[in-house]
């Protein structure tokens, strides 16, 4: 499900595909969004600036990972590489893009999410569910991971799906597009 050159390290590689079978599974959950809750967390497409190799390296080393892991993830791009990453929450669907030099959205996760209450909000899929505080300051969205329940992961996978989570969310804010 999630493929890319440069960013097989980045992303996909990072253990966001070790849950088998997700599509199948995601069919059975159920969207948990209601005309209350979306108030609260407008529907929308959320995109951040162009994101560059200097700063995923310091947003992995803020999250605690040393040397050698970080070096794994962005050891094949170049200093001139940028990603792009979008959020996309509509009717209860929660979906992940990311955009490497300029390229297309390429998916990178989908599922389902609820607003538990202002600030927080969990995203689902048939791995487990990732839990997140946002902020919104007019069209700004921040989000930053507090926990993930990805069952089925372990060493490796565990840290590549911790990374992916941090890079993805903790590199920039996102501003509303849509």
Known sequence: MRKHHWS????VGLALTACADTAAKERALSPGSSAAVEARLPEGT???SPVGRDRIEAVLEEGGFDAKEIAGVT???????????????????????QSFNGGPDEL???????????????????CGTV???????????RLKMTEDTCE???????????????????????????
Not at 8 to 11: D, Y
Not at 113 to 119: E, H, Q
């Open 8 to 11: 097989a390290a980045l992303l």
């Open 75 to 97: 050891g094949r791009m170049s200093s001139q590489d940028r990603v792009v990453f979008t959020v996309k929450a509509q009717s209860g669907r929660w979906t992940q893009f």
């Open 131 to 141: 839990t997140y505080t946002y902020r919104l300051s007019g069209t700004q969205l």
């Open 108 to 126: 990178g996760w989908s599922g389902t999410y609820r607003v538990i209450d202002v600030g927080t909000v969990a995203a689902t899929d048939a």
């Open 46 to 48: 959320y995109r951040t």
């Open 152 to 178: 089925g992961m372990a060493g490796d996978s565990r840290t590549g799906e911790l990374m992916a989570q941090t890079i993805f969310f903790h590199s920039a804010p996102f501003e509303k597009v849509s």
